[in-house]
Structure formats: structure tokens, C-alpha cells
């Protein structure tokens, strides 16, 4: 591990896991320069260590904050992580390694340590030790301590980081002494990815010690200091267990989905004291139906964790583990994916939105955001609706349904003015194809009021607007091929009319077309950046075009061989120009062009 802010010993270095507890590439592996373990703690990130470094920061900050309303003083930085360190979720074999230090945050475990006051903050001065006893359950397993203190600064260059040596031991009711893990530092593969043991720790501020089975009603903690402390040393500590043989489903909970986003494949989890061995059945059920349905017959319940992939149902569903003759159901979940607010029409003074309809819906809620505050807009049966925006307060909207009076999972949330929807009328475009005529592409937004559709033609004669084309609003996408256009430029425009006796008018559109067999030229006159268009009613091969100036000078020749084609025009000057053209030693074309800067 390089750099030396991450080497420090008072602060907390993180690492990535993905969602089942496997390292990411990114990470940077322990130990520190002297054998400290490195990183202390992991977390969830897909990116880099950034993200799972905020996550921990944004934990500590409520914790923290639990604090102080618990006890109306500060959280000292050693029982923070002590906190964070001892709820750690183990990944691999038990007890800390140098790839994931003690384990994968658990923000709830740390919460709970600090609600029901199981930490301990002491003081150490000169070559005192200190015994602090406390009661265990006889049933319980798993018991697990985490001494932490925040140790003066070494000098510079020192071989090793640790000033002040504290040591952690546990003595149980019968006397026998329990002693904190050790991992080996020393500078080869086998050594640094080797399991820990118990032993003493000379290196790291911090210290754990895991018991399997405590089997006594009380045990003691036994904190000393290796040397003579010249002022006194604060630390704490923070304790947990688990009592033998017990389960709780942790994800989902009554108010998450599966999956999580509605999109990716997601864990479902619980947290166990069966022995590692023990395996299970887990099985599902809609709340609509009777039967369970399996979906794992040896499921190892130490792991802790499941991936599965559900068939999205939109309706609601509950989980099953049987272990022996035991069975512990999960909350009401829901299996949903996320609805899409789509916008139909957005006109001045009104908006139109729909969205994909679900199954025995109760209703369907459209929210806007409004500052930090969400505003429930209406609540419909329907999959579309139009709103005044004089009702909205911002441009965010969302959707989410509500199925037997609970909802599935929310909408993603849209800002209307990015969405690509006009007034009713999304899209009109032509197409020119040589031999067939001119397509005419329309697609609208909505049809809510609309009466018919009219695609209008420019005439060529006396530039008067004519009725081309009339369609009834039957449906969002309307595809014309006019088989006759004019030779030549063909301009048109596509009109909404509505009901109510209003329009909506398109853009014009203009395309070329070629009846008969002389070349068209356009645009004439030409800036220089615009390459020139020269299209033919069929395709000729061995023709090109020849350009000359006014003094007959030939300036430029290049082929036409396709029945459309692209000139640039860079090399010529602004002026006007002669231009023939040829084919096979035949001129079937000629003219005059003004070229503009």
C-alpha cells in the first residue's frame, strides 16, 4: 500500500466490495509499511474506494449524531471506530486479513452497539492495567471485542508507527485467557494471505479478540500498556454477540423491492447464528397465492447472502428459510420494476405524460418536486393524464403505483423540459427515394383531442398551400409515399387539427426529386461550407462534373457516378462558374452556379 495518508494509524483506510463480498481491482492491498493492517474496514463500491470511503463518512457522521443526542457530548474518534470496526460484517474465514481488514461496514450493527451501551471508554496512566467485567449470556456465541485508542505521533522515519502499546486479553469465568488476532506481515504471498491467529499485537492501535462459544455467564476485559505511559491513554471498546442458533432476515424488509433498482440482480440477506455447516431450503410466494416455490434446497446459512433473480412480477411477495424443522418468514416485499414517466405532448400552458400500466393496480400517483418536498399531484387509474403547468411547481416529476394498498417501487424521476416531446407533434421528416417518390414521416405525442392529421403541399405554380393528404388520429405514427412529387424541389408540412377547432402546424420541409433526366443542382446560389448536391433520376457511372470560370479556364472535375451526390466546392473561389456535365464524352447538363463566401 503506498502513499503516506493512507499509512496513517488514527484514521480509517477503506476498501471496495461488490455485493458479495469480493474485492474490486481497484483496491490497493495491506499491510501498511510496518505490518499494521491495512485497510481497517471495506465497503460497496463498483467505481473505487472514494465511494466506499463516503459511505463509511456518511455513517460515522450519524453515528456520531446518535451520539450526541444520546449522551449530549461528542463522539470520541477511538469509539467511532471501535463502533464501525466491531459491527464489521466477517468476509472469508473468521478474524481480520490484509485485503479487507475486519470486514464490510454494517451501519445497522454499529447503531445497535451504540443504543443498547455496548462500549466501554477507559483511561490507562504509567504501567497500570485495568479489569472491566461484564455479563454474557451462557447461550451466547460469535462474542466479539474490538479495543481501539487513538495513539501519539511517532517520529519521523521510526520503524514502526506505534507509540503507546496497549494490549487487549479476555478472561471468561473459568479463568482461561483469550488473546486478540495476529496476522503475519512478513514480505512474501503465502504469509500475507495466510489466515489470522492468537497471539500478542505489537504493531497495531488496534486489537480484536473473537470467541466462538463464550460458555460462562461473565467475562472480564483485561487492558495493559506493554510500556510505562507517561500521561494517560484513552481507549475503548465495543462488544457484541449472538445467541446460539438464531436467525433474522435483514433484506428485503416490508418497504424494500427485488431487485433493488428494479433493474439489477440483488442479494437477499439475513444474519445467523447456526453453525457454518448447517444448510437450509429457501422459498418464495406472492401474497395472491397458496404455494410456496423453491428456490434453493442447500443453501449454506453461514454465508449470509443469496443472489437471486426473480421474475418481475409488479405485486408483492414474502420469503421462506427452513432450517430443520424451523421456519422464518421474511416481511411483505415487492417484486417491481420502475415505472417511466413519458412525456406525450408539451405545449405552452399544458403537459401530457404516460407510462406502462400494471396489472390489478389500485392507482397510479404522479408526484412533482417541489424544493425538498414531494407534492402528490393526482392519483389515477389511468396511464396517461394532462396537467396544467400552472399546477406544477417544478419541472421534476415521478410515477408509482399503488397495488393492494401498498406501493411497488418508485418511478425514476424526469425532468420534462429534456424529454423530447413537442406540442402533439413529435416529428415530421421527408424522404426522397430516386424511383419510388417521396415518404412522408409523421409521429405525434398524443392523440388526446386530435380530430385528423393533414400533410400539405406548396405549389409550384402560384406557392399556394394544397391538401396533399388526410388522415384520422388512429395512430401515433403515420408513414405517406407520395408517388407523383414534383420534379424537382417538393416542400411541405404536416398540420395537427384538433377537435375543438385548433392546429398545430409543423416545420416546413423541403427534399428534391428528379423526374426527368436532366441533373438538378442546389442549392444555387452556394456558400462555400456547403457541399453542392447533384442528383440524377438514375444512377450514371461514368459521368462527372467539370467546372470553369469565366474565361473558360477549367477549375475543377469530379465524378457523379450515384444518383446522389456530394460536392465540395473549398477550392473555388467566390464568383460565378460554368459547369457541364459529361457522360461517356456525351454532355447531358450544363448551367451556371454562383459560389458565395
Not at 30 to 56: C, H, Q, W
Not at 88 to 108: C, F, M, R, W
Not at 171 to 199: F, R, Y
Not at 283 to 304: F, H, M, P, R, T
Request: proline residues 3%.
Amino acid at each position: 500500500m503506498t502513499g503516506n495518508f493512507k499509512q496513517a494509524k488514527n484514521i480509517l483506510t477503506i476498501g471496495a466490495v461488490d455485493t458479495s463480498f469480493n474485492t474490486i481491482e481497484l483496491n490497493s492491498n495491506g499491510p501498511a509499511f510496518d505490518g499494521r493492517i491495512k485497510p481497517e474496514l471495506v465497503a460497496y463500491s463498483m467505481t473505487g474506494t472514494s465511494n466506499s470511503a463516503a459511505l463509511v463518512s456518511g455513517v460515522s457522521i450519524l453515528l456520531k449524531q446518535a451520539y450526541r443526542n444520546a449522551y449530549e457530548e461528542n463522539l470520541k474518534s477511538s469509539l467511532l471506530k471501535a463502533l464501525l470496526i466491531n459491527s464489521a460484517d466477517e468476509i472469508g474465514s473468521v478474524g481480520p486479513e490484509h485485503k479487507t481488514g475486519y470486514g464490510s461496514l454494517n451501519a445497522q450493527g454499529a447503531l445497535e452497539q451504540l443504543e443498547k451501551e455496548l462500549f466501554i471508554q477507559g483511561e490507562l496512566i504509567g504501567d497500570n492495567d485495568t479489569g472491566i467485567k461484564i455479563k454474557v449470556p451462557e447461550n451466547a456465541v460469535n462474542f466479539k471485542a474490538t479495543l481501539v485508542w487513538t495513539d501519539p505521533p511517532a517520529q519521523a522515519n521510526d520503524e514502526y508507527a506505534l507509540v503507546n502499546d496497549l494490549n487487549l486479553q479476555i478472561k471468561d469465568g473459568s479463568g482461561e485467557v483469550k488473546l486478540p488476532w495476529v496476522l503475519s506481515a512478513a514480505p512474501n504471498p503465502s504469509d500475507l494471505n495466510s489466515a489470522a491467529i492468537k497471539g500478542i499485537d505489537h504493531i497495531n492501535n488496534i486489537e480484536q479478540i473473537h470467541i466462538e462459544r463464550v460458555g460462562t455467564d461473565s467475562i472480564e476485559f483485561i487492558v495493559s500498556s506493554e510500556n510505562t505511559l507517561t500521561s494517560p491513554q484513552t481507549f475503548a471498546i465495543a462488544y457484541s454477540w449472538e445467541i446460539e442458533d438464531q436467525f433474522a432476515w435483514t433484506s428485503p424488509t416490508f418497504n424494500d423491492n427485488i431487485p433493488y433498482n428494479g433493474e439489477t440482480v440483488s442479494h437477499i440477506r439475513w444474519k445467523s447464528s447456526f453453525s457454518s455447516q448447517i444448510t437450509a431450503k429457501l422459498y418464495y410466494k406472492l401474497v395472491s397465492e397458496d404455494q410456496w416455490g423453491l428456490i434453493e434446497d442447500n443453501i449454506l446459512v453461514a454465508d449470509e447472502h443469496f443472489r437471486w433473480d426473480p421474475k418481475i412480477v409488479n405485486d408483492f411477495a414474502q420469503l421462506k428459510m427452513i432450517i430443520g424443522d424451523k421456519s422464518y418468514l421474511s416481511d411483505t416485499f415487492s417484486i417491481s420494476s420502475p415505472l417511466r414517466l413519458n412525456v406525450g405532448f408539451n405545449c405552452s400552458d399544458s403537459l401530457s405524460f404516460n407510462w406502462q400500466s400494471v396489472e390489478n393496480v389500485d392507482y397510479y400517483s404522479l408526484f412533482n418536486f417541489a424544493g425538498d418536498e414531494i407534492k402528490n399531484l393526482i392519483n389515477t387509474k389511468d396511464t396517461a393524464i394532462t396537467v396544467s403547468k400552472s399546477d406544477l411547481e417544478t419541472s421534476y416529476l415521478k410515477v408509482q403505483a399503488f397495488k393492494r394498498g401498498k406501493p411497488l417501487i418508485t418511478g425514476e424521476i424526469i425532468d420534462y423540459r429534456l424529454q423530447s416531446s413537442n406540442c402533439f407533434l413529435e416529428s415530421y421528416f421527408v424522404e426522397s427515394i430516386q424511383g419510388e417518390g417521396i415518404y412522408h414521416n409523421l409521429n405525434l405525442s398524443s392523440l388526446s383531442g386530435v380530430e385528423k392529421v393533414r400533410i400539405e403541399k406548396r405549389s409550384s405554380s402560384d406557392e399556394e398551400w394544397e391538401n396533399l393528404k388526410e388522415f384520422s388520429a388512429s395512430s401515433f405514427n403515420i408513414e405517406f409515399l407520395e408517388t407523383d412529387p414534383d420534379n424537382g424541389l417538393n416542400t411541405s408540412r404536416a398540420i395537427v387539427l384538433f377537435t375543438n377547432g385548433e392546429e398545430v402546424v409543423s416545420e416546413i420541409q423541403s427534399t428534391y426529386y428528379v423526374k426527368s433526366s436532366d441533373f438538378i443542382l442546389y442549392p444555387n446560389p452556394i456558400e462555400k461550407e456547403v457541399d453542392l448536391k447533384v442528383f440524377a433520376k438514375n444512377a450514371l457511372p461514368e459521368a462527372f462534373i467539370s467546372f470553369y470560370n469565366l474565361q473558360g479556364q477549367l477549375i475543377l472535375t469530379t465524378a457523379i457516378p450515384n444518383d446522389r451526390n456530394f460536392i465540395d466546392l473549398e477550392i473555388l473561389s467566390a464568383g460565378m462558374y460554368f459547369y457541364k456535365i459529361v457522360e461517356n464524352t456525351t454532355i447531358v447538363s450544363s448551367g451556371k452556379i454562383l459560389v458565395q463566401f
